[in-house]
């Protein structure tokens, strides 16, 4: 099982409300709910404060955290976007009904014990607001992180930044539903928590909020299934059309089907060539296209994406 806790607070009884959450909140749930085929992916528990008679409380909350984290799922995944807190180098994050001072927040300490302790496979915690960074940090120690294994965090900014919101979504959450829709995903179409990471590290600046990754995993998992860039099939037959990696493939004519001498076998195999072009795991040798490779009887070969794919499969990895 994987399931999903994903809460937005736009509305505080005693505390400046915020715009963006509730919004980005739907839209994480959105996108995990299902992979881009339509099949399930995550089992999503919703908590959202759009009004004074709608609201996010402490108790339920740590209620709903708690729960959770409890069984033996394979993936659970609790994403937070409201106010976020720090003092004397404690974290927290704000319910709707917390009172005049942060501190009566949720502490990350006790949700990091709670992640800590639990028996699912596999923890994630994804907050956007303000002092995420604080997420698992020792508070004595501070560049020590206290994250248990089969735990993973991304948090939107350091612990000592804002989290900034932009046309009524936050910065980092419209990256992150952008590496969820698609942007992340390799080849093959799976998204991880590292590829998500890259994806919101690359599209913000040096003087940006800076997304903070903590994690201790033995493997990534896949948060969810794009669709992949070339078939599974196609990708296999990788290792009988290059014997070894670093072979060139000799092209001749007859891999052409609009040449004069086609043959049925060889322009199969070039068609999975030039699917293999477009997502970078095969160039042309001595020519800028593989029609004139072809016409010109020159060869292609494996980028270094192209070998390290090609060793996967070779290793039955993939």
């Known amino acids: 099982m994987r399931k999903a806790l994903i809460v937005g607070i736009d509305n505080y009884l005693h505390l ?13 749930a959105n996108v995990l709910a299902r992979n881009a085929d339509g099949s399930l992916n ?5 908590m959202l404060s759009t009004s004074e008679n709608n609201i996010v409380t402490k108790n339920d909350l740590e209620t709903a955290i708690i729960e959770l984290f409890s ?9 937070f976007s409201g106010h976020g807190y720090t003092e004397n180098k404690n974290g927290y994050i704000i319910t709707s009904d917390v009172e005049k001072t942060g ?12 992640c800590n302790e639990s028996k699912v496979k596999n923890r994630v915690l994804i907050f956007d607001c303000c002092h995420a960074g604080e997420l698992g940090t020792d508070k004595y120690f501070n560049s020590v992180s206290i994250i248990g294994e089969g735990v993973t965090i991304l948090s939107a900014c350091t ?11 936050g910065v980092f959450t419209s990256l992150l539903v952008d590496a969820l829709n698609g942007s992340g995903a ?3 179409g799976q998204i991880t928590p590292g590829s998500i990471y890259a994806h919101i590290d690359q599209s913000l600046g040096a003087w940006s909020q800076r997304p ?4 201790n995993i033995e493997q990534f998992i896949s948060l969810r299934q794009a669709l992949p860039s070339i078939s599974m099939d196609d990708l296999r037959t990788i290792t009988s059309l290059f014997s070894n990696p670093h072979e060139e493939l000799k092209l001749n004519p007859s891999f052409e089907p609009d040449s004069e001498c086609p043959d049925e076998v060889n322009t199969k195999k070039f068609a999975i060539l030039q699917k293999m072009v477009k997502v970078n795991l095969v160039v042309p040798v001595g ?4 029609y004139y490779a072809a016409m010109n009887a020159k060869s292609c070969k494996l980028t270094a994406i192209g070998v390290h794919y090609w060793n996967l499969v070779n290793k039955g990895r993939i």
Do not use: P, S
Request: glycine share 10%; net charge negative.
């Open 42 to 46: 995550f089992e999503i528990k919703r």
């Open 287 to 290: 020519e800028q296209h593989m």
């Open 103 to 114: 501190r009566n927040g949720i502490k990350m300490d006790d949700i990091m014990q709670w």
């Open 159 to 169: 612990k000592g930044q804002y989290a900034i919101e932009q046309k009524g979504h």
């Open 16 to 28: 400046g409300d915020l715009n963006g959450c509730v919004n980005d909140a739907c839209e994480v």
């Open 71 to 79: 069984g033996n799922d394979e993936v659970a995944l609790f994403y």
């Open 212 to 215: 903070v990754f903590k994690t």
């Open 186 to 188: 390799d080849i093959l």
